[in-house]
């Protein structure tokens, strides 16, 4: 006698299945079968009819299914400043009109209601989780749960007093608060969160160091950003940022090393060897004219390489699937090789490669049995997007954010053909439009 169909969540069938591992595979007549927030099997479709009865069939006829994109490296709260100071270089951008603006808006509000915005476009984009740099970590780890959307809060540390914090003790013993109030929550993790090398003395990282081995938490550290950063290292520590953060012991396989456009082979080595992950932040190093990481140099070497658009006040959007076209091409320009960060490679550095970089890889970044069902649709059926050859490739190079029509972050459908099921778009909007107003006055 043939046994019942099992019972499940959720059974999707799109047109493409792109899982990410195996790296550079793209399944046809493809199902994923979801139940309890997990990725139970991939199969063919007609096994999967026989194998399960879903309480919730989708089918995407003219879409891919790919692992949520993993925006490693945001400051999500920045989308209120989104166009506030453009065209202008790192330092004066960050002195004369980033921090002033922060001082006069930045709280617990200026922080929800800035992620909620985030949220809104990250879901629209196909974004399922973020590695979060800001202040009120508290905040922002309670606006993500609420949300039900994924993120890597990270503690803050710099050497001045900001609204979140007036002493680097104080930095310390609020960040570890926050980190114990949300440890063990399924989609909340947290970081250390040091902000670069020129605001962060040795003695902070010196703890930092200690915490993140003792906790086991990744560091997300602003690392080489620009030559000038390079250059005052040199000056004032007698040493280049990456040698002084060596010396610290920090070049380990916590360290998430964002932006990284100032390298030499020798520290693309040892980045390796260490197990570094790099959050490459192609469009925003483009626009405030910091450099180019050497992201072909740094894949080859076998350094885990992650996307992030940085914040959207120096980007100008959180849009993952644009950073990926990005990242790819100025990859080819930079190594001279058109072969260079190919699309499979890409989509990985987007998924899997962020997922690492958090220490989330068993837990998400493909569509593999065990894993948390976050996944994105994109749908691939419309005019521009003819004729598909590679399905991947269509993604990497030809798509929009707006064709990501439905997201799922543990099994949850967070967008339903366009629709976002969790937020008031035009509540979303009017907080955008009074930040407008005040910070601009």
Same mark, same amino acid.
């Given at each position: 006698m043939a046994?019942?169909p099992?019972?499940?969540d959720?059974?999707?069938?799109p047109?493409?299945?792109i !899982?990410?591992e !195996?790296?550079?595979?793209?399944?046809e007549d493809?199902?994923?079968?979801?139940?309890?927030g997990?990725?139970?099997a991939?199969l !063919?479709?007609?096994? #999967?009819q026989a194998?399960?009865?879903?309480?919730?069939?989708v089918?995407?006829?003219?879409?891919?299914?790919?692992?949520?994109l993993?925006?490693?490296?945001?400051?999500?709260?920045?989308?209120?400043m989104?166009?506030?100071?453009d065209d202008? !270089?790192l330092m004066?951008?960050l002195?004369q009109h980033?921090?002033p603006a922060?001082a006069?808006?930045?709280g617990p509000?200026f922080?929800?209601?800035?992620?909620?915005?985030?949220?809104?476009e990250?879901?629209?984009?196909?974004?399922?989780?973020?590695n979060?740099?800001y202040f009120?970590?508290d905040?922002q780890?309670?606006?993500y749960r609420?949300l039900g959307?994924r993120?890597?809060?990270?503690?803050?540390f710099?050497?001045?007093?900001?609204a979140?914090a007036a002493?680097?003790?104080?930095y310390f013993?609020?960040?570890l608060a926050v980190?114990d109030?949300?440890?063990g929550?399924t989609?909340?993790g947290?970081?250390?969160?040091p902000?670069a090398p020129?605001?962060v003395?040795?003695?902070?990282?010196?703890?930092?160091?200690?915490?993140?081995?003792?906790?086991d938490?990744p560091?997300?550290?602003h690392l080489?950003?620009?030559?000038?950063?390079v250059?005052?290292?040199k000056?004032?520590h007698?040493?280049?940022p990456?040698?002084?953060?060596?010396s610290?012991?920090?070049?380990?396989d916590h360290?998430i090393a964002?932006?990284?456009?100032?390298?030499?082979?020798a520290e693309?080595?040892?980045c390796?060897e260490?197990?570094v992950?790099?959050a490459h932040?192609?469009e925003?190093n483009?626009?405030?004219a910091?450099?180019?990481?050497?992201a072909?140099?740094?894949?080859?070497a076998?350094?885990?390489?992650?996307?992030?658009?940085d914040?959207?006040?120096s980007?100008?959007?959180l849009d993952m699937?644009g950073e990926?076209r990005?990242?790819?091409?100025?990859?080819?320009?930079v190594?001279?090789d058109?072969?260079?960060?190919?699309? #499979?490679?890409t989509?990985?550095?987007a998924?899997?490669g962020?997922?690492?970089a958090?220490g989330w890889?068993?837990?998400?970044g493909s569509i593999?049995p065990g894993?948390?069902a976050?996944?994105a649709?994109?749908r691939l059926?419309d005019?521009?997007?003819?004729?598909?050859?590679?399905?991947?490739?269509?993604i990497v190079?030809?798509?929009?954010?707006?064709?990501v029509s439905?997201v799922?972050i543990a099994?949850?459908?967070?967008l339903?053909?366009?629709v976002?099921?969790?937020?008031?778009?035009?509540?979303?909007?009017?907080k955008?439009?009074?930040w407008?107003?005040?910070i601009?006055s």
């Open positions: 046994e019942s099992q019972s499940i959720l059974l999707i069938q047109r493409w299945l !899982p990410v !195996p790296h550079g595979v793209v399944l493809h199902a994923v079968a979801v139940d309890g997990r990725i139970l991939v !063919p479709v007609a096994d #999967a194998r399960y009865a879903p309480r919730e069939r089918e995407l006829r003219e879409h891919a299914l790919i692992p949520g993993v925006n490693a490296h945001t400051h999500n709260p920045m989308t209120l989104r166009g506030l100071a202008l !270089p004066t951008w002195q980033i921090w922060e006069k808006a930045i509000e922080v929800r209601d800035g992620i909620e915005l985030a949220v809104a990250m879901l629209r984009g196909g974004t399922t989780c973020c979060e740099n009120f970590p905040v780890a309670a606006t609420r959307f993120a890597m809060v990270g503690l803050p710099i050497e001045f007093p900001t979140w002493s680097r003790d104080e013993d609020k960040g980190h109030e949300f440890r929550e989609l909340i947290t970081s250390l969160a902000h020129y605001t003395a040795n003695e902070t990282f010196e703890r930092i160091r200690v915490l993140s081995d003792q906790l938490l560091v997300h550290l080489h950003e620009t030559a000038h950063e250059e005052e290292s000056r004032e007698g040493a280049r990456f040698a002084r953060m060596q610290l012991g920090l070049v380990n360290l964002v932006h990284m456009t100032q390298l030499t082979d693309i080595t040892a390796a260490a197990g992950s790099v932040c192609v925003s483009l626009k405030l910091s450099g180019f990481c050497p072909e140099k740094l894949r080859r076998g350094v885990n390489l992650a996307i992030g658009t914040g959207a006040a980007n100008n959007d699937i990926m990005s990242a790819a091409l100025v990859a080819k320009a190594a001279n058109a072969s260079a960060m190919d699309a #499979a490679s989509l990985r550095a998924t899997l962020g997922a690492k958090l890889e068993a837990r998400i593999e894993k948390q976050d996944f649709a994109i059926g005019l521009e997007a003819q004729p598909l050859y590679d399905a991947t490739s269509q190079y030809a798509a929009g954010r707006h064709q439905d799922w099994g949850v459908r967070k339903r053909d366009r976002l099921s969790d937020l008031d778009v035009a509540e979303v909007l009017e955008a439009r009074r407008r107003e005040r601009g």
